[in-house]
Nanobody, 125 residues
Framework: QVQLVESGGGLVQAGGSLSLSCAAS????????LGWFRQAPGKEREFVAG??????STVYADSVKGRFTISRNKNTVTLQMNSLKPEDTAVYYC????????????????????WGQGTQVTVSS
């Protein structure tokens, strides 16, 4: 079992930056992929970015490419968000894909096994 705790959310002006972190505990094998999703008010949860267990593969949603960067250090995953826009406002969730040694990054919710509680990101215009 894996527990995920997100941190780093907050309020920022458009064009600003925020860094989100997610610490995973319970399974320290680090053999699992990690991803970030977000859910804006009135919208479905959507994939933002993901990274493979080795860190060798990353995938981004088109809406954040070139602005967001995902990275990991063992069991901690970070999402660096630059050039933030009001439409990035959402609750951001960290998720773990426990399929061991999966090379590809999965982008659908049902592929992820554990979820954090979420952290609010608000971008003002």
């Amino acid at each position: 079992q894996v527990q995920l705790v997100e941190s780093g959310g907050g309020l920022v002006q458009a064009g600003g930056s925020l860094s989100l972190s997610c610490a995973a505990s319970g399974d320290t094998s680090n053999r699992y992929g990690l991803g970030w999703f977000r859910q804006a008010p009135g919208k479905e949860r959507e994939f933002v970015a993901g990274i493979s267990w080795s860190g060798g593969s990353t995938v981004y949603a088109d809406s954040v490419k070139g602005r967001f960067t995902i990275s990991r250090n063992k069991n901690t995953v970070t999402l660096q968000m630059n050039s933030l826009k009001p439409e990035d406002t959402a609750v951001y969730y960290c998720a773990a894909d426990l399929a061991p040694f999966r090379i590809v990054v999965v982008t659908t919710e049902d592929e992820y096994d554990y979820w954090g509680q979420g952290t609010q990101v608000t971008v003002s215009s």
